[in-house]
């Protein structure tokens, strides 16, 4: 049914909708998170929730603390690399569809702490990640924005054709690797399956006037 | 005024009277089938959208108590809310742990919504509206009830997950152990009515002295026995602050851990149908059933007042929840063996002297001091036992 | 389905010991879990649900602030001081730029210190009432407390916003002073947050204190004796519930605690109630400290005018700075070798300290207490790990 | 509390310690005592027990690392130079062993006293970390304790529970050393400059041996 | 009596229940995308880059001394000199930034930045809504994405701009007179230097193209 018999349909008072339409609605408007914090950003996760910023106004307060009834896993605060395997295990018991915010600076890159040993350098590196959000710690209010822009993308989204979200395509994997702890370093350090940088660009030349200071 | 009132009876009576139309267009070897048919979808659809409305006011009421507005983008006012709750767990993914028994698994959900439904055949919910007037409906409810413990276990026996087990374990021994204390606290009532059927019950209650209403909750023994009967009702319908087998803080979700999906919305149905059930069966036993609160508001449809009383107790519930920690284990067996067993045996004597007793002024001082004063040593003796009180503190100079 | 498989990995679902003689279970509450405040770990060995043995596992927050400091200059350091303990920044930043100053022998101009003790006792109000939120959620009380407590704090947030720029993460300590005065009309609306503090204290209390379930959960639970505190170092608001007269804001004179009238609460039965007790009464004297120090607060410089921002270098030696933190005592231990980093930049966590006696106080008990003890400890994970 | 007061206290009721005290010249004047490590359990048990010291709170332990370094120093020595006397400036390298060192802040909180700095000293930093626990003295050094175990790799005689605190049990290094290489995953930088340049240069080379070639700017 | 404090606190909760219809304060929520909280002048989020005038490449303030580069704690700006120079708001020739990128994804908000620079170049934007779905272009804000004009910075952080404005209205004014007495200086020099006959060279500063005020 093309738009505009549906927009003359429902100046008629007739609303349709397709099967679509519902899918895709239903999971917009139920987006129940999974009770899931790391670090710092997980505070301003709670205080989204909290009276004055209210995330229950969305629907999404369900915040459940088993991954087998979530769909949404905000990745909030630091992903050290001791924690990265339960991330992606946490991830993994996840049933489909199911949806990840990168909040906040660590979370995306490792962010402040991205030089520390043990941190992460962005958990982008092991599971697929929909919508980030800079900040450290962003506002509620970014969270509240993300969580929109993530209502946005799941509305966009087409049940077929080749760009049908992840979980509708057989050919996708739903479960990640999980890392391994190594003698020095996590095992694999990245899904390279999901994860590719853009070629690192640094000046191979004439890096000294950036480089020593 | 007799066409008044003729038309309040048919409005009290419209479904009863539209069953009978539809019905009488079947032949009469179907009839007795088609009737149990439209009664139980009629009931299903009617609960089912009550569980659906229930989980938006907890959601919006909690809001409220906690100063903010709770769901309200969802469809006017958030009312579309529970519609998108179940469209996305319809479509969920459903996990079954590999380890898990599949077949039980699967079974326990459908058993517990199962379960808890069948406790509506004996509930009258409105005038001559009851499915089926069993002459031992209470003994049926109560026996269909724990079937519940029984589906709550297979959902945590089956899952194999340490978390899900704690949770039943602790289902089990709390649902077990608040069966005793709900059939005590019930039993009152059948010795003042003299009948196990629920339609009996209320009929005896639905009759009033100038405008007041002859509810056993206006007795001393039959208020005790509904403080009593809805403090078992909450535990037995795992609700705060005797959430313990799904206590989120503790263990993660208890018995349901591991459903996903659609499973898990039937766990929610079947505990809000549960409760629905058992809330349904304290109006039944104590509040008059679908009775109306004064005589001269009986003009109103006698199901309006089943409602109504159903709603307000589960506002109380949400009351509760909003407001109370929860127990420990322990502290929930004592409340259940120290506490509630002993006040419902008591309340049974106080129920056979309110009997035996002449009408009077000397019979509710009798009885109600029989209730009161038990209740206040018991709560009292139990208090001091544990030690525990209201500490004053010093300060360093 | 194979998730299954991970799941059954991460959840251990072996029991104890499968020869079934006995029947002990063993149990990982965290790294995820509802109730551990963060990424901590807990395993748990429960004989039905009592505890017989419980190990803390840590380090799932590790992200090496101390050897990342010790790459950064002084300055530097001053914004991850924040994360550490992010409940109350503030303070974290006051621990810091004390322990700067010893080291470099800065002094810091009256006002500054003013600032620092408001500054840090709103912390203390709204660390105290956020922990009291999260215990209650811990019990299980649907966030009803912990949604009065995030009201509130938001409201003293909103005072940090408008002081230092940000909600959380403040980054105002400077060494030597503060990074910014009061802006207009600042110490109005503080005056009148804090003046309606204890109204919201008395609302709190009348939601929690009396509460007989509350009572029967936290009392006679997680019993700490006054020897076990002060031997294992436990600090802060838990050690003054088991009874140890220490308050650092009294006992070392730092800043210009002496000159505001405040008393120190202490408790006699070391429980878990107590606990929760003692920072309720704490409370109320930091509302005392806060009108104290808003009305006598001067007129001065905020910074002072040696210290350099750019290129700060201390002589070499090393201090060791302490202050009362919410939490407990927070100290930074600084090692200069005269280069514009530290050589050896150490966080005495408080969180950290405090959860060395985490098993004694479990053993016996029930998994549900484990929670409660654990809420009561009152810990941070970026300062537990850091 | 004058620290050359109670460590000659201490030398006369410890027999057979050596206390040496180390001065702090930063303006905290926060001095401090330097252990043996044979008497070091007996000497905080006198710094805890006796009466008028009791210093019954250990709050604060530190580990920090000192590399074994290389010192030139310039000296000027007379020395025959063509047969004159002259005198010459010689650099002479002297070479200062590696130790590891834990530092203990104690208090008192029934004297309301403190702190007292305690230090100890490893021989070397690869097989002779061994120091005596302080845990069954004070509770609190359990947790420290690990957490230096872990991150510079003290070894604690007498602890009761010594495994790594924060970092996972297979690995193998200690981070807080001055010399542990972090591990190379840098893949992405976007803003890489300085020490974080560096590495990303040195993953880049590891990762594509081959130069890549020109590439536009960033 | 047992049961006194349980009916307390739902006294409580009552009240805060009732208390929402009615009182503003017992309904905190602040409807985020409709409502906003007002804006709270001191709030930072992510630095930009100061630009005079109208042109942000003629009027940017940063002179690429690489100062906050440096500082910056989680080391997340980039800065490239360029190669030539151009007047800047004082008339003085400096070199300019070639390249600045501020990775938000790291960024933590600690305003150092801001303090170490001594030309008021770089300042904190109250700008929150960042978040994206894409990693690694929408978070790297280069030289063009930081500009902002000084109108805007007067919006947002009015008091500081000011204070920052009059501060360098007077460093300007005290260079123009420095330039108007040298020019006077030089016009002596001159007229005296006249009977030399040699071409002066125009030595006096150019004007900047966007002054402020």
């Known amino acids: 049914m093309d738009e505009k018999l549906k927009t003359e349909l429902s100046k008629q008072g007739i609303f349709t909708t397709s099967l679509q339409e519902l899918y895709n609605w239903g999971r917009t408007s139920s987006i129940w998170p999974l009770n899931f914090g790391l670090a710092c950003c997980a505070i301003e ?96 209010e970014a969270l509240i924005d993300a969580f929109m822009e993530l209502q946005k993308k799941i509305d966009a989204q087409q049940l077929t054709g080749e760009n049908r979200p992840r979980h509708l395509n057989a050919d996708e994997p739903s479960e990640f690797i999980v890392p391994q702890f190594g003698e020095h370093d996590l095992e694999p350090t990245r899904n390279s399956s999901i994860w590719e940088p853009p070629l690192v660009q640094i000046a191979q030349t004439g890096s000294d006037e950036s480089g020593s200071h | 005024m007799t066409h008044l009132a003729l038309m309040t009876q048919h409005l009290d009576q419209i479904f009863v009277l539209t069953s009978h139309w539809l019905l009488s267009y079947l032949p009469i070897a179907l009839q007795p089938l088609c009737s149990a048919i439209l ?121 194999r997950s340490k978390y899900s087990l704690l949770g039943a374990m602790r289902a089990i021994a709390q649902m077990i152990s608040y069966e005793v204390p709900l059939v005590l606290a019930s039993v009152v009532v059948l010795m003042q009515a003299g009948s196990l059927s629920t339609v009996a019950i209320v009929n005896m209650q639905a009759t009033y002295s100038g405008i007041w209403p002859h509810w056993f909750v206006f007795t001393p023994w039959g208020f005790a026995g509904f403080a009593l009967f809805m403090i078992a009702a909450t535990a037995e319908s795992n609700r705060s602050p005797f959430d313990l087998p799904e206590g989120e803080s503790e263990i993660i979700a208890g018995y349901y851990t591991e459903y996903s999906g659609f499973k898990f919305a039937l766990f929610f149905l079947g505990e809000y149908i549960g409760m629905f059930a058992t809330s349904g069966m304290a109006i039944t036993l104590f509040l008059g059933g679908w009775s109306a609160p004064f005589s001269f508001l009986t003009w109103i449809p006698s199901y309006f007042w089943f409602f109504a009383k159903l709603l307000t107790i589960i506002s109380v519930f949400i009351w509760i929840r909003g407001t109370l920690p929860r127990l420990r284990m322990d502290q929930l067996m004592n409340l259940a063996w120290q506490f509630m067993l002993p006040m419902t045996l008591l309340n049974l004597l106080t129920t056979g002297i309110w009997h035996f007793m002449l009408p009077g002024f000397l019979r509710w001082i009798v009885c109600s001091t029989m209730v009161i004063v038990p209740c206040i040593l018991l709560g009292s003796g139990l208090k001091y036992k544990k030690k525990f009180q209201i500490r004053t503190y010093h300060f360093s100079q | 389905m194979s998730t299954a498989t991970l799941a059954a990995a991460s959840l251990n679902l072996e029991p104890a010991n499968e020869s079934g003689m006995d029947q002990l279970l063993e149990i990982a509450m965290g790294p995820q879990h509802p109730s551990t405040h963060g990424v901590f770990r807990m395993n748990v060995v429960l004989d039905g649900e009592r505890v017989v043995r419980l190990k803390p596992v840590f380090g799932y927050l590790h992200r090496n602030h101390e050897k990342i400091a010790e790459n950064e200059t002084y300055l530097g350091s001053m914004p991850y001081t924040d994360r550490l303990d992010y409940m109350c920044p503030l303070t974290n930043n006051w621990a810091y730029a004390l322990a700067v100053e010893k080291l470099a022998g800065i002094q810091v101009p009256e006002r500054a ?95 929690l204190v009396s509460n007989e379930i509350l009572m029967d959960r936290t009392q006679d639970v997680g019993v700490l004796s006054k020897e076990l505190a002060i031997s294992a170092g436990i600090s802060g608001p838990m050690a003054r519930a088991s009874g140890v007269d220490y308050d650092i804001r009294k006992v070392d004179h730092y800043s210009i605690y002496d000159r505001f009238a405040f008393r120190v609460p202490l408790g006699s039965h070391g429980d878990v109630y107590d606990r929760f007790m003692i920072r309720l009464l704490e409370m109320r004297e930091s509302v005392n400290i806060l009108q104290q120090a808003m009305r006598d607060i001067p007129e001065g410089p905020i910074v002072d005018p040696k210290t350099k921002i750019r290129g700060f270098r201390p002589k070499p030696g090393e201090a060791y700075g302490r202050i009362e933190g919410p939490k407990g005592e927070l100290g930074f231990y600084l090692v200069s070798d005269g280069s514009p980093n530290p050589y050896r930049y150490r966080v005495r966590p408080p969180s950290l300290i405090n959860l060395t006696i985490l098993e004694d106080l479990c053993l016996g008990r029930n998994v549900a207490d484990i929670v409660v003890i654990l809420g009561s400890i009152d810990i941070v994970m970026g300062e537990v790990d850091r | 509390m004058n620290l050359e007061a109670i460590k000659s206290e201490i030398e006369a009721n410890v027999p057979g310690c050596r206390l040496e005290l180390i001065a702090n010249p930063s303006p905290s004047g926060q001095h401090s005592l330097l252990l043996d490590a044979e008497h070091a359990s007996a000497v905080a048990l006198y710094l805890r027990d006796t009466p008028n010291l009791r210093f019954d709170f250990c709050s604060n332990i530190t580990g920090i690392d000192w590399p074994g370094k290389e010192v030139s120093q310039k000296i000027k020595v007379r020395k025959l130079v063509d047969g004159v006397e002259q005198e010459v400036e010689e650099t002479r390298i002297t070479t200062i062993p590696g130790s590891l060192e834990v530092v203990y802040h104690l208090y008192s909180v029934e004297k309301k006293h403190g702190p007292i700095v305690l230090r100890m000293r490893t021989k070397d930093r690869d097989a002779g970390v061994h120091l005596p626990s302080f845990t069954p003295i004070w509770r609190s050094a ?53 020490a974080v340049l560096q590495r990303a240069r040195q993953h880049l080379s590891q990762a594509n041996p081959v130069q890549p070639s020109e590439g536009e700017a960033r | 009596m047992v049961g006194e404090g349980i009916l307390k606190g739902l006294a409580e909760t009552a009240r805060n229940f009732f208390g929402s219809y009615v009182s503003k304060d017992r309904l905190t929520t602040v409807q985020y995308p409709e409502q906003r909280e007002p804006q709270i002048e001191a709030t930072r989020d992510f630095p930009f880059l100061v630009y005079d005038g109208a042109d942000w490449q003629q009027g940017m303030r940063c002179v690429a001394c690489q100062i906050c580069e440096k500082e910056c704690p989680p080391k997340c700006i980039f800065i490239e000199k360029s190669k030539d120079k151009k007047p800047d708001a004082f008339g003085k020739m400096q070199i300019y930034p070639a390249t600045f990128n501020i990775d938000i994804s790291v960024c933590m908000s600690c305003q150092i930045c801001v303090e170490v620079c001594p030309f008021d170049a770089i300042k904190m934007d109250v700008e929150y809504h960042q978040s994206s779905d894409d990693r690694f272009g929408a978070l790297l804000l280069n030289k063009q994405r930081l500009s902002k004009s000084n109108e805007y910075y007067n919006a947002i952080h009015p008091t500081e701009a000011s204070a920052v404005d009059a501060q360098r209205a007077e460093e300007l004014a005290k260079l123009e007179a420095k330039a108007k007495a040298a020019a006077e200086v030089k016009a002596a020099a001159e007229a005296k230097a006249a009977a030399d006959a040699n071409p002066a060279l125009n030595a006096s500063p150019q004007q900047p193209a966007g002054d402020p005020q």
């Open chain 3, 113 to 207: 210190e003013y600032l620092r003790v408001i500054t840090g006792e709103l912390t203390r109000l709204q660390n105290h009432t956020c922990l009291i939120g999260f215990l209650m959620q811990d019990m299980g009380a649907s966030g009803t407390p912990l949604m009065y407590a995030f009201r509130q704090r938001e409201i003293i947030l909103d005072l940090f916003e408008a002081l230092t720029g940000a909600r959380m993460m403040c980054n105002y300590m400077r060494f030597g002073g503060c990074r910014v005065d009061l802006p207009a009309g600042w110490l109005d609306q503080a005056k009148k947050v804090v003046a309606g503090f204890p109204r919201f204290l008395d609302e709190y209390e009348s939601l």
């Open chain 4, 142 to 194: 359990e947790l420290q304790e690990r957490e230096i175990f872990d991150l510079f790799g003290v070894l604690f005689d007498g602890h009761p529970d010594l495994r790594r605190l924060l970092m996972w049990d297979e690995f193998q290094d200690y981070p807080m050393r001055r010399d542990y290489v972090d591990p190379d995953d840098y893949e992405y930088e976007p803003t890489a400059h300085d």
């Open chain 2, 39 to 159: 009664s139980v979808a009629a009931i299903i659809i009617a609960f089912a959208t009550l569980f659906a409305l229930t989980t938006l006011l907890e959601r919006k009421g909690l809001g409220r108590m906690q100063n903010r507005y709770g769901p309200n983008r969802v469809g006017p006012c958030g009312l579309f809310q529970p519609l998108a709750d179940g469209v996305k767990s319809l479509t969920k993914e459903d996990i079954v742990p590999i380890r898990a028994d599949r077949a039980v698994h699967f079974m326990a959900p459908v058993l517990l919504v199962a379960a808890s439904f069948m406790g509506y055949a004996v509930l009258p919910i409105g005038r001559n509206m009851v499915m089926v007037d069993m002459n031992a409906g209470v003994l049926f409810f109560f026996a269909i009830g724990s079937l519940m413990e029984l589906a709550v276990f297979m959902a945590g026996w089956s899952s």
């Open chain 1, 45 to 140: 996760m709670i205080a989204t929730t909290m009276a004055r910023y209210d995330l229950a106004r969305f629907g999404a307060e369900v915040f459940r603390p088993s991954p087998r009834q979530a769909d949404l896993m905000i990745v909030a605060g630091t992903v050290t690399k001791k924690m990265a395997p339960q991330v992606v295990r946490l991830y993994n018991q996840m049933p489909e569809p199911k949806y990840v915010i990168s909040m906040g600076a660590c979370a995306i890159s490792g962010g402040p702490f991205k030089q520390g040993y043990n941190v992460l350098k962005g958990i982008d590196r092991y599971i697929p990640v929909d919508i980030y959000i800079p900040g450290c710690p962003p506002r509620p």
